[in-house]
Every structure is written in structure tokens, then in C-alpha cells.
């Protein structure tokens, strides 16, 4: 009876030793994974728009937090290829006309909110390349999918990756990644992929 | 709640029953089952490691959708994007390259906060009223892949089981999976719960209300219950057609079976005869489906004669069922099933005889938006004792009616507020009983 007590107690603090040492971080984890940053406008969106973004708002929460979509910045193609793999999900409720207009906000959002983004970073911060591409990580929005220094999405940490990786590895993992990788290629202007690369150079 | 079902059938040496004492304890089984809320089960170690919502996988935890039906029969991998004309990728080119750790292989604290109101009346006896504020449940789960591999694993540690601290390691299994994504097959080994990665959402012991439906966790008169985690192998196959418009799946399972007692035969028995347990499944995108069921055992069962001696015996137990779901406009899911029991029967005069029963279900889950969903179920179990021993057909009637909210973006936290009434006689004294049970509960998934 004793051993069976003991083995009971024994049990509940190695539990509680577990769920505090690790399940607390693991639960913050989660708790700000899907918490979303980035808000909307919508008041200052176009009529017609706004229905597509109550659409987007509706259909992607469904699965994810709106910062995986709201972060990256895609070219009008890659948004499409996007938008047509997520209806290929299993999980995926959206008829074509749903995809269409998801994929009219993200246009929307893209040349507008995104657009604006880029332009502020590229105008107002004239720092040291690895300063800017430290900048347009975020307007990228690199964050929705990695991390540095714990900041972002930790699935995918980027901490040391400039120990690892050349300049043309990174730029080709930007522009050209891997068949099968999560990642999809970025469109992004050789002067914003020269400062990218420089800054993640810089992460050792 | 099969867990705490098992661990109190495992608690229990076999012991001589007689025939009111029999009534008894499966009124008290009942009290038990309808008394604590159901287990949580939900990992959110994959939320974490795919950077989803619960909601991926679930309409509201612990209800499996489609994509995380499929999630398990890919051996815990997503589902990739399978449109019209594209390659179909190999489970092992879909592999996870994220790096393994702890948070996205473990979750510590899937535990439930409840309280709830019962009074139950029996023939011949007072009414009882309880009621209980209690942490119902405790569960750890350890459950992932093997980095660059097809295995797959998952373990549940069951810390609290019905509001009592009672350590239990109620699912242990390894797998392997393989094949394409459009064709893919699985095997796995070790406790598994019967249900778990199996059978479209109708045939789920998960639902939105606290308790499942009735046919899966009424213990029968010859101490069978359909929901277990028995020890032993499964294989499945599965069949995705492009976006995942229609999938065909089909399961099939050996398990030693189980003791005397109900309880599940874990080590070494003397008894050799094994379970057999199938499922054929059509899911028809989105989120509807039918599953065919069939379950063959045969196990020990303790008796009691007219001079009040024990005896043994080994009824054949047999279960056939079809379940089947519809949802309409992502909105309105539309459930039933009905399965019919057929065990054999020793009567205390000697005699043998048949338990028969038709049991069935109906409900109603209403996503009033997402993440809040009203239910209402009928349960409906018709059940005999053949032969002149027999006290005739006898009817048992349930319904609930019950409401889920998630409190949290993510879905990890929901809560549930649930009332049910049930009315009926046992099949083998006719004693007749009735239960009304208000429950509430909070249940945490981290």
C-alpha cells in the first residue's frame, strides 16, 4: 500500500516537474502561434474588397492564424499557386469563387498595405545592409514561417544560419528552394534580396 | 472514459455475480460512465509543429474532421495538397524536416476541469442525488515520428482518470507507414484505443457532447464493451482520390480480447482465442461519410447458478454496425448509427441462450459559427435475453442536448455545458432506472 502511495506521489511530481519545466513553454508556444499581430483596415478598404477579405477572414482562420497570410509578401503568381494548393487541402471548405476571392484580398493587400510596408522600410532606413534586411525580414514577412533569437515562428529557427549557408545558397533558398520545401520562392528585387542575404549572413 | 472504464474493470478481480448483484453493477457501471465527463483527447503537440489551429484537425477538440482522420493514417503526417493531375508524394518525401524536439513530440497537460449535478432513480430503491466539482481528467501524451523514417508513435499517460489519481499508460503503440499519399497503408503495434485513426466521424466514440454515444460505451450482460484499447496489430489501407474529393479506407485489427471481467487482456492469458475487428469507410469531401463495422471476439464470462455457484463460460461476441454522416453548407452535421449485438448466453438455470441487442443513435451538431456548435442526441438501445430465462425485450432512452465553445484562437481550450435525461430497463432483471445528469467542464489542451 505504502509502495503503491508512493509510487502515486512519485508520479504526480515528476508530472508536475514535466508540465512546469517544459509544457509551460511549449504552451506559450502555442498561445502566441496563432495569435495574430497584424490588423486590418477594413474600414479603408474598398466595398467590394471587403466582402473578398471577410472571405479570406472566414475560409484561412479556419486553420491557421490570418499572420501566415498577412506576413509573407508573394507575387501575384505564387499567391494563386498558394491559394489553389490550399483548396487541394483536406481541410479545405472554399468552392472556386471562395478561392477567387481570397485571392483578390491578397492581391489587394499586397500592392497596398505590403507595398507600403516595403516602400517605408526601403525610404526611411538608410543603416548598414544587414540593418535593412533585418527590416525587410519582417516586411517580408519571413517571421510567419521562422525565427531569430526566438522572435517568430520557431518552427523554423534561422539562428546560426549564416555559419552554415554561402550568399548563393541563401539566395538561392529565397528565390529557388528545394522541391518538396514549405517554403515558396520569393519574388523579391535583387537590391531587397542583396540586403536579405547580408543579414541573415550576419546570423552567427 | 474507455480508459477510466478499463482501469476500473482492471482494478477488479473476477468475482461471483449474482443476479440482482449483476443488475447492480451494471447500474453502477452506467452511474460511472454518465457520472465523469469524457477524456480529453487532442494533441496539441502537432498544432505546435505545423503551426495550425486545432482547428485544422478538428471541428471543435475532440471531434476529428476529415483532415485529421487522415492525419492518423498517414502515420501523423498533414495531408499535402492533392490537386486534379498532380504526382501523388510518397509518404517518405512528405516527411516533416522540422527539428524533432520535446514541445512538438509531447503534450503534458490535457486535463479537464468539470462539475456536475446527477440524481438517478432504481425500482426498489431511493433516488440518489450527487454532485461534484472535480478534475476529471489528466492525460500525457507522447506521440510524433521518427525523424527520416516511416515510424510512428503514440502514447497516452493517464495521471488523473475520472477525478481520481490513478497512473496508467492506456495507449502504447509504434507504427510504420507507407506507400503514396493517394495510396498509402499502415502498421501498428502495441495498445491501441479500438477506434483511434478509424471509421468516419458517425463512427467516432468523439463527440461534441461529454459523453459518446450509448452503443459504444454500454457494457453488455456478458461484460462487453465495444470501446477498449485492447493490445495488439492493425493494418490499414487508404485510397484518396484528388482533393480529396472521396476517400476509401478499410481497417482491420487482432487483439488478445478481454478477461472475464471486461477488463483487457494486456500480457500472456491462457485464454488463446483473439478479437477480430474490421471497418470498411467512405468519406465524401466535405466532412461526410459512412462506415461499415464488424467485431468478432470471444472471451470468459462468469455466472451465476440457481444454487448460487459460480460457473464459466465463453460467449461468442459478435457486433456488426453502420454509421454514417452528412454535413450540410459546412454548418448542419447530421449524424446516426445503429449496431446490432448478438453474444452468447448461459442462463442460471443452464440453459443457452442469446444477447441480442439493436442499438442506435441520431444527432444533431449545429457550428453556429466557428469554434461554437449546440448538440442534441438520441440514444436508443433495444436489448433482450432470449429463451425462457429471458424477461423479454427491454428499451433504454437517452437524450442530451449540449453546447462547445473554444475560448482561445488557437482551439485548445473549450468549454461545455451538457444536460441528459435516460430512462429504460436492464435486458437481463427489467429493473427499470433513470438518470438526469447536468455537466460542465473546461478542458484544457497544452
Known sequence: MKTQLSIRILSGVFSLAIVLSTGTGAAHGQFTQNRDTIKIDTAGLPPEIHKDFRVFQAKCNECHGLDTSLKPSLSAAQWASEVKRMQAMASAQFNDRDADQILKFLRYDEEHRKAAARAAVSADFGGSPEAIGKQQFESYGCSACHSVAGVGNTSSALDGIGSKRTAAELRKAVTSPASGSAMPPMDVPAKDLDNLVAYLLALK | ?????????????????????????????????????????????????????????????????????????????????????????????????????????????????????????????????????????????????????????????????????????????????????????????????????????????????????????????????????????????????????????????????????????????ARNSKSFWA????????????????????????????????????????RQGVFGNYKLLSKVDFLGGWMHSHDGWVAPDGSSASFLGNDSYAAIDYYIVQGLAISGRYDLLHQK?????????????????????TLTPSGNIIGRIAYGYQSGRDPVAAVKGTDRLFQTDIAFNF
Open chain 2, 1 to 269: 472514459m474507455a480508459h477510466l472504464h478499463s482501469r476500473l474493470r482492471a482494478d477488479k478481480e473476477p468475482v461471483v455475480i449474482s443476479k440482482n448483484r449483476h443488475i447492480s453493477l451494471l447500474l453502477a457501471v452506467g452511474f460511472v460512465l454518465l457520472l465523469f465527463p469524457n477524456r480529453s483527447e487532442a494533441l496539441p503537440q502537432f498544432s505546435r509543429r505545423y503551426n495550425v489551429k486545432c482547428s485544422a484537425c478538428h471541428t471543435i477538440v475532440p471531434v476529428l474532421n476529415e483532415q485529421g482522420m487522415l492525419f492518423q493514417r498517414l502515420g501523423y503526417h498533414l495531408p499535402p495538397a492533392l490537386s486534379n493531375g498532380g504526382v501523388s508524394p510518397r509518404l517518405s518525401e512528405i516527411l516533416d524536416r522540422s527539428k524533432w524536439d520535446i514541445t512538438n513530440n509531447a503534450s503534458f497537460a490535457v486535463t479537464d476541469f468539470s462539475y456536475s449535478a446527477e440524481r438517478t432513480t432504481q425500482e426498489g430503491q431511493a433516488p440518489a442525488s450527487t454532485s461534484a466539482f472535480q478534475v476529471g481528467s489528466w492525460n500525457a501524451y507522447f506521440a510524433g515520428w521518427i525523424p527520416d523514417t516511416g515510424f510512428f508513435y503514440h502514447a497516452e499517460f493517464d495521471i488523473v482518470s475520472g477525478g481520481a489519481t490513478n497512473p496508467d499508460l492506456s495507449n502504447a503503440c509504434i507504427g510504420y507507414g507507407g506507400g503514396t499519399v493517394r495510396n498509402s497503408w499502415y502498421l501498428v503495434g502495441g495498445r491501441e484505443h479500438l477506434q483511434v485513426a478509424q471509421g468516419t466521424r458517425a463512427a467516432q466514440i468523439y463527440s461534441l457532447l461529454p459523453s459518446s454515444p450509448s452503443l459504444f460505451e454500454t457494457m453488455g450482460p456478458t461484460n462487453f464493451i465495444f470501446d477498449q484499447s485492447p493490445v495488439g496489430i492493425s493494418a490499414g489501407y487508404t485510397h484518396i482520390t484528388s482533393n480529396y474529393k472521396h476517400v476509401f479506407a478499410a481497417s482491420a485489427k487482432v487483439t488478445n480480447g478481454d478477461n472475464a471481467d471486461g477488463s483487457e487482456i494486456l500480457g500472456p492469458s
Open chain 2, 385 to 405: 435475453i432470449t429463451g425462457d430465462s429471458g424477461v423479454g425485450l427491454q428499451s433504454n432512452h437517452k437524450w442530451t442536448i449540449g453546447g462547445s465553445k
Open chain 2, 279 to 318: 471497418d470498411v469507410d467512405y468519406w465524401y469531401a466535405p466532412e461526410s461519410g459512412v462506415t461499415f463495422v464488424d467485431y468478432y471476439g470471444k472471451k470468459d464470462n462468469l455466472q451465476t447458478d440457481l444454487t448460487g455457484n459460480s460457473f464459466t463460460f465463453q460467449p461468442v461476441i459478435r
